[in-house]
């Protein structure tokens, strides 16, 4: 048997543009999976990954190996384990950071928690987390370099991110080795995440599971598609439940299994139900409702007090990377996102829904990947 090594990395951050830059918690990680060929002698395992995967410093895999993410046969080693023949190793480590400089910005920051290993942001709408293409400044990365800036050896290590324009909860780490153990919660699914949506249409569960493999359409990069069949993208799950129903519209929790690029966004497109002001997935439109003229005035008017998409990362819960204590952060939703479910509740509250009427808005928005060229 030859020695083989397989990995899941993240899409090249060089090839993400400034409107899909914050993916949706698509993780800041790699995994390898290694088969030792038989032929191989003893040796120490951090050499042996050293020397097989790029850009891996040894303290990046010593680092890898305190936080109890080198397995061997299923079991946690030390970085002084000697391999051998057959072995099967799997490491996951920190995606590495992009080679930008980061200028600290003096941007307002609302900070949930914070202590020596981590940080709790709730992000407004419309910033980015991370400098990259089209965005090198006015960043989270940026404003926490200048949070940090009396503190020279911190600085903010990204665990996971969410889009520009979804506000909410973000964790990031405040040294490696939080941001490696970190990444291994992450991998194994044992972080817990809520986000709260607004969507088109009467959705007929009172909750559900959307299940397909999220990867970009080969149409607009910018878009994530649904594969079910699994033959491109990454597995994704996503649970959600219904909050509070409007008749045209939906307010849903989601909880994500995964995190992938768009994931909210791109299955409840699919499901039928687009985000409610969601450019890029077709939820700009007026998808349910009637045709009067007041009441497209109505939805403008919501447009304009929430032009993006109806998303807020909600809550999170997470094992402390150092301390083991079990964490648990909530958010008030954003004040546009308020403003809009309150002012659909006047809106419903001082009318009355024909029953054919709100049996059409149960039914899907075309369940389907095929969006038309914006």
């Not at 597995?235 to 299994?257: D, P």
Request: charged share 30%; hydrophobic share 35%.
């Amino acid at each position: 048997m030859a020695e083989y090594i397989e990995s899941e990395e993240i899409e090249d951050p060089d090839l993400i543009t400034d409107e899909t830059e914050n993916t949706e918690v698509d993780e800041l990680y790699e995994h390898f999976r290694v088969i030792v060929d038989k032929g191989q002698g003893l040796l120490r395992i951090d050499k042996f990954l050293m020397a097989r995967i790029e850009n891996a410093s040894r303290n990046k895999i010593q680092n890898a190996a305190k936080a109890g993410n080198i397995l061997v046969n299923d079991k946690s080693v030390k970085s002084n384990y000697k391999i051998k023949p057959l072995d099967v190793i799997s490491i996951v480590m920190p995606h590495p950071p992009r080679e930008i400089e980061i200028i600290a910005q003096d941007i307002p920051l609302d900070v949930f928690y914070e202590d020596n290993d981590i940080i709790v942001i709730n992000k407004r709408a419309g910033m980015v987390v991370h400098p990259g293409y089209g965005n090198y400044s006015g960043t989270l990365v940026n404003a926490l370099a200048w949070h940090f800036k009396d503190q020279p050896e911190v600085q903010p290590y990204l665990v996971h991110r969410i889009d520009k324009d979804t506000s909410g909860i973000i964790l990031v780490a405040k040294n490696e080795l939080s941001q490696t153990r970190l990444a291994r919660e992450f991998f194994d699914h044992t972080i817990n995440r809520k986000y709260m949506a607004l969507v088109w249409g009467d959705v007929a569960e009172d909750e559900g599971t959307v299940t397909g493999h999220i990867g970009r359409s080969a149409k607009d990069r910018r878009q994530m598609m649904v594969y079910v069949d699994g033959s491109i993208g990454k597995h994704a799950i996503t649970h959600y439940k219904v909050l509070k129903r409007f008749g045209y519209v939906t307010l849903i929790e989601c909880v994500l299994e995964t995190g992938r690029t768009h994931q909210i966004r791109a299955h409840m497109r699919f499901l039928g139900h687009p985000l409610f002001n969601d450019e890029r997935y077709g939820g700009d439109q007026i998808l349910r409702g009637t045709t009067y003229t007041k009441y497209k005035q109505f939805i403008k008017n919501c447009y304009e007090i929430i032009p993006r998409q109806a998303l807020h990362a909600k809550s999170l819960g997470f094992k402390h990377p150092i301390t083991k204590e079990y964490l648990f952060f909530d958010s008030d939703l954003a004040t546009d996102m308020q403003l809009v479910l309150d002012k659909w509740e006047r809106y419903i509250a001082n009318r009355e829904i024909d029953p054919d009427e709100l049996a059409s808005n149960r039914e899907p928005v075309e369940p389907t990947n095929d969006l038309e060229d914006k």
